[in-house]
């Protein structure tokens, strides 16, 4: 079945600073790579996703970007705020039907006014 | 608007009692029914989905059972709790035409 992996689970950056979070799947079949928000006690709310026909997509100060041939793909936050500091978890679909979403064990980002 | 519900919001419970984790979502009808698992250093484990009405799919072999006895009803039960039930466990639903997930707001399980 699919395994998504994602770095690094832990991340700091100065406010104004850009952060990237990186993942990898195995799932050659999988076409559907979302992004999640987890703030602290609460569900993780999607913040961006891409599909295979892609291969980058932004929104506002946040991008994702696709890379199928090497089945990984990233997050990238730009001009960072206090306000971004939370656990992100990248996924993927492995079927054309949206059935299930693997994720991968989260990226916790603090950042430091 | 659809909304999501998930109770109780945390438990705390002894090894070997019953478990009964109730989610129910409105304004949809016939959505994709989750369970995922949230433990510390793990991420989001995937436990139960549903496509509908009494139809259960488990994805790890566990302590848990699933039910769907309603279209927007998903019930985690337990007979007998494990200290490594611990964790948060989060409700979602699926749309029919798009890939999002929407989350509850997760329950909160620690098991003495």
């Known amino acids: 079945g699919e395994n998504v992996e994602q770095h690094p689970s832990t991340l700091s950056v100065q406010e104004g600073d850009s952060a990237v979070i990186k993942c990898t799947y195995s799932d050659s079949a999988s076409n559907y790579f979302p992004w999640y928000k987890q703030e602290l006690g609460k569900g993780p709310q999607l913040i961006i996703d891409?599909?295979?026909?892609?291969g980058e997509k932004k929104d506002q100060r946040i991008a994702v970007t696709l890379n199928k041939t090497a089945k990984h793909f990233s997050l990238h936050i730009t001009e960072t705020q206090p306000e971004d500091s939370a656990v992100y978890f990248c996924a993927a679909s492995p079927n054309t039907g949206f059935q299930k979403l693997v994720f991968g064990t989260g990226t916790r980002l603090l950042v430091s006014p | 608007s659809q909304t999501i519900h998930q109770w109780p919001a945390t438990l705390v419970q002894p090894v070997g009692s019953p478990l009964s984790l109730e989610c129910t979502v409105e304004?949809?009808?016939?959505?994709?029914l989750y369970w995922y698992r949230q433990a510390a250093g793990r991420g989001l484990q995937l436990l139960f989905y549903?496509?509908?009405?009494?139809?259960i799919s488990s994805e790890v072999p566990q302590n848990l059972s699933a039910s769907r006895p309603q279209d927007r009803q998903f019930i985690l039960s337990s007979k007998k709790l494990l200290l490594s039930d611990s964790g948060f466990y989060l409700c979602?639903?699926?749309?029919?035409?798009?890939?999002?997930?929407?989350f509850g707001e997760g329950s909160r399980l620690t098991v003495l």
């Open positions: 979602a639903w699926r749309g029919t035409y798009t890939g999002e997930l929407f």
């Open positions: 549903s496509v509908g009405i009494g139809q």
């Open positions: 891409i599909r295979s026909n892609v």
């Open positions: 304004g949809t009808s016939n959505p994709n």
